[in-house]
C-alpha cells in the first residue's frame, strides 16, 4: 500500500518569506515521491519529482523539495514565496508499474502581500 | 500541441441522466486517467488505462463507466447520474517507461448534479 499525508490544511505566510509545504509518505518499496500545484480554476501542473538520486530536487518556478528518507518526508520549499504562488499544493506518491498516484488532500498556501 | 483536452467544461445533470465526457490527448501517450476532486478529498482516482483497448478500476470506480478505443481518447461515462458524483473531474495522461512518470492534466470538467 502506499499513502502520503498533508498535515496542514492551509499554510500562510508573507511574501518574501520561506515557504514550506510539508508531505510524509508511507510507501512499500523505493518511493516516486511528487509534487504538483494546482492554480484557481485549472488542472494540475508538475512541479517536480525525487526518482532517486540526490536527495534536494530542483523543480518548476523556483520550488525544491528534500527528500528524507529517515522522516520518510518529501517537504515542498521555496527561499523567497511570491504572490503568484498562492494555490493548492499535492503531493503524490507513484505505484511503479502502472503509473498510478495517490495524493495527499492538499494544501492551499496563501502569499500574504 | 493542445496537451490533455477535455469536453465539456460545465455541465448540470438532474438525477438519473446520463452523459459522457470526452478525454483527448495528443502526446502520445499509453497512459491515462480519470480523477475526481471534491473539497478536502484531494484526487481520487476513478479508472485508468495502459493502453489502447484496456481499462482498470482506480479508488472509486462505481457509478462510473470508461472506454479507450483509441490510444487518443478516454471517455468517462456516468450512466444515472446521482448528485454525490457532483464534482470538478480531470483527466490525465502519461508516458510508459523507465524515465518519465508525471502526469500531464486537462483543464478539468465541473459537474453538478441536482
Known amino acids: 500500500a502506499q499513502s502520503v499525508a498533508q498535515p496542514e490544511d492551509q499554510v500562510n505566510v508573507a511574501e518574501g518569506n520561506p515557504l514550506t509545504v510539508k508531505c510524509t509518505y508511507s510507501v512499500s518499496g523505493n518511493p516516486y515521491l511528487f509534487w504538483y500545484v494546482q492554480y484557481p480554476n485549472r488542472g494540475l501542473q508538475f512541479l517536480l519529482k525525487?526518482?532517486?538520486?540526490?536527495?534536494l530536487v530542483k523543480g518548476s518556478y523556483g520550488f525544491e523539495a528534500e527528500f528524507n528518507k529517515s522522516q520518510t518526508s518529501f517537504h515542498l520549499k521555496k527561499p523567497s514565496a511570491l504572490v503568484s504562488d498562492s494555490a493548492l499544493y499535492f503531493c503524490a506518491s507513484l505505484h511503479y508499474g502502472n503509473n498510478r498516484l495517490a495524493f495527499g488532500k492538499g494544501n492551499q498556501v496563501v502569499v500574504i502581500p | 500541441n493542445a496537451g490533455v483536452t477535455q469536453t465539456p467544461k460545465f455541465r448540470v445533470l438532474k438525477t438519473g441522466q446520463s452523459m459522457t465526457l470526452l478525454c483527448a490527448q495528443d502526446m502520445n501517450h499509453e497512459y491515462m486517467y480519470w480523477y475526481r476532486q471534491d473539497p478536502g478529498m484531494g484526487l481520487r482516482l476513478i479508472h485508468y488505462?495502459?493502453?489502447?483497448?484496456?481499462?482498470a478500476k482506480g479508488e472509486v470506480p462505481d457509478g462510473y463507466n470508461v472506454s479507450r478505443l483509441k490510444k487518443q481518447n478516454f471517455l468517462l461515462g456516468l450512466e444515472s447520474a446521482a448528485p454525490s458524483q457532483t464534482s470538478v473531474y480531470f483527466c490525465?495522461?502519461?508516458?510508459?517507461?523507465?524515465?518519465?512518470?508525471?502526469?500531464?492534466f486537462g483543464p478539468g470538467t465541473r459537474l453538478t448534479v441536482t
Open positions: 525525487y526518482i532517486t538520486g540526490d536527495n
Open positions: 490525465a495522461s502519461s508516458q510508459r517507461g523507465v524515465v518519465s512518470y508525471e502526469q500531464y
Open positions: 488505462s495502459v493502453g489502447e483497448g484496456t481499462t
